[in-house]
């Protein structure tokens, strides 16, 4: 009876293990941009787009641009990185405000395998600002009657 509970727990054991082991290796950690350059590991990157810098190779479908910090206060003096992302460039690409890049570094420049363009929300305020302005909201909704 007892080796029943042994073998159980034994098997138990081994299935948790298993399973934070694969989890663990499929979570993919934000990183700030000269973590992000110096990763020999696939992570994920937050930044402001450069777009002086993209060009498009339409025959290789190579996408190349620089990010900088999103959080930079000065964008003229922020550090710049250089993407190259292979596939189709996102429809609204050109609108984006940031991107998230998953990929990882590649000698002097970071190759993204997947890129999620962030672009401003019709509910952002006229500044830009994060948040909804409650009044347009209010506004909109009386207008329309919704």
């Known amino acids: 009876m007892k080796a029943k509970y042994i ?10 293990a298993w399973g934070a082991t694969a989890f ?5 950690q934000y990183v700030p941009l000269e973590t ?13 787009i450069d777009f002086d810098q993209v060009s498009y190779n339409v025959e290789e479908s190579r996408l190349e641009f620089a990010v900088y910090d999103a959080e930079a206060v ?6 710049r ?10 429809g609204n690409f050109d609108q984006a405000t940031s991107v998230v890049l998953k990929g990882k570094a590649d000698g002097d420049m970071f190759v993204a395998d997947q890129m999620l363009v962030k672009c401003p929300s019709k509910y952002q305020g006229e500044e830009g600002d994060e948040y909804q302005n409650i009044k347009k909201h209010n506004q909109a909704v009386a207008a329309d009657g919704v």
């Open 24 to 28: 663990f290796k499929t979570t993919i």
């Open 7 to 16: 073998i159980g727990g034994i098997i138990i054991v081994v299935f948790v």
């Open 36 to 48: 992000a350059m110096n990763s020999d590991k696939v992570v994920q990157v937050l930044g402001k």
């Open 74 to 79: 000065d964008e003229a003096a922020a550090e």
């Open 81 to 90: 990185m250089k993407v190259v992302y292979y596939g189709v460039v996102p």
